[in-house]
């Protein structure tokens, strides 16, 4: 049988439809994109092209076709996800960025008008969080921290390429923050131990276990963080948090003990539940 582009597609989606993958031809086409360097226009020109000249590609194409069906993020395998319109690098030591969390830039973007307030973001990740501020706040003052030493050499390869210049640093939450801030924001670990066993074999098996998990039905972080930011904040300075759906009345309640004033519940685009922002 000749191997073709459209060949290699409609094999590639039925072996990931037979491991259970939801958007199977939608997975296998992005695999089929990065082996061989083409677009859809591209593709449509040449499906029905013999390539058998092209076996390194091809062989590429399947390896990554057996990682996908072993469920193992489409993200992690291609080695970048998009959030805020720019690329960052991922890896299995980092969170995957979701359009969920697109919600949290957004918010700060459309309430820190001036250029010099400074950020910092709590738990970081891959900085995208971060290096989005930085970038589409034009704010000269950004910056990143994570407990996790393998995390922060992404955010700061994330930080090199996109030219953002943020300061990533490694330390137990504020452990090697500065003493002021304007603006502190956190995507914490916020899922308890039982919903995790419950997630997707991608999520619950290759995401880093560090970064999903929050201790104390989820809680923990957002109380630790919400003790320290305010000791940390300047007059009229704002704390931002990504939550899950459900947990908007805990996470307001924290705040308030904190002392927090004009707490706000704000949504994602589905409507849920997503940002808890409150002023010192």
């Known amino acids: 049988m000749n191997v073709t582009y459209e060949l290699l597609l409609r094999e590639g989606s039925k072996q990931l439809k037979e491991a259970g993958i939801s958007e199977a031809d939608l997975d296998a086409w992005y695999l089929l994109a990065e082996c061989f360097g083409i677009d859809r226009v591209y593709y449509l020109l040449h499906k029905q092209e013999v390539i058998e000249e092209k076996q390194k590609n091809i062989q590429e194409y399947w390896n990554k076709i057996e990682k996908r069906a072993e469920r193992i993020p489409l993200q992690y395998i291609i080695g970048t996800q998009e959030f805020m319109g720019f690329p ?36 970081t990740g891959s900085g995208c969080i971060a290096i989005s501020l930085a970038l589409l706040g034009k704010y000269r003052n950004v910056e990143g921290t994570d407990i996790s030493p393998e995390a922060i050499k992404i955010a700061k390869e994330n930080n090199r390429i996109l030219d953002a210049g943020v300061l990533f640093y490694t330390g137990d939450l504020f452990e090697n923050a500065g003493k002021s801030y304007d603006v502190v924001v956190s995507n914490p670990p916020y899922i308890r131990k039982e919903v995790i066993e419950t997630l997707e074999p991608e999520v619950k098996d290759h995401e880093p276990y560090q970064a999903l998990y929050g201790p ?9 963080i919400a003790k320290e930011a305010y000791k940390r904040l300047s007059i009229d300075g704002s704390l931002y948090f990504e939550i899950g759906y459900d947990q908007a009345e805990d996470v307001c309640e924290i705040m308030k003990l904190e002392q927090f004033r004009s707490i706000q519940v704000k949504k994602d685009l589905a409507g849920k539940n997503r940002v808890v922002t409150g002023k010192k």
């Open 88 to 123: 960052f690098l991922v890896n299995e030591y980092v969170l995957i960025p979701r359009q969920d969390t697109e919600t949290l830039v957004e918010i700060i973007l459309a309430e820190q008008k001036r250029r010099e307030v400074s950020i910092l973001d709590m738990c």
């Open 216 to 224: 104390d039905d989820g809680l923990y972080f957002y109380r630790v």
